[in-house]
């Protein structure tokens, strides 16, 4: 197989209502829109990769949850938090040395929210 660009799809039941999350809360910028202008599909920037969020699926998602490094994680579970997002898990430091939170998206996928600290050993080859 030769990969050549791939994304994460979201299927939500209310899309619109995502969709203003990952925009409007989350900030992820938008890559492209696509669809009727009732009813598009959006494409997200999420970091080196891609997030679609275009619908509607016929029950609420189950068993995923989205990866996303930040640069200061408490300044965006406090971000978030104001903006009205669900914080599942304040920050803190895991035993592997990465900072993370939880946050949920307006279904209920979850978000870790990972900062990696300067002198933490992914920063460097070893």
Do not use: K
Not at 10 to 37: H, K, T
Not at 52 to 60: A, F, I, Q, Y
Not at 67 to 85: K, M
Not at 88 to 112: K, M, Q, S, Y
């Amino acid at each position: 197989m030769d990969v050549l660009s791939s994304r994460v799809l979201l299927r939500p039941v209310d899309p619109a209502r995502s969709q203003a999350f990952y925009r409007d809360v989350l900030g992820l910028a938008v890559y492209r829109e696509f669809g009727p202008p009732e009813h598009p599909g959006v494409v997200f920037f999420l970091g080196n990769g891609l997030l679609e969020v275009s619908g509607p699926g016929d029950e609420p998602l189950r068993g995923m949850a989205l990866w996303v490094q930040v640069r200061d994680v408490g300044a965006e579970v406090e971000r978030l938090r104001a903006a009205g997002t669900t914080v599942l898990r304040d920050p803190r430091t895991e035993p592997w040395g990465l900072v993370e939170a939880w946050v949920a998206d307006p279904e209920g996928v979850r978000i870790a929210l990972v900062e990696v600290p300067p002198d933490h050993p992914l920063r460097r080859d070893q």
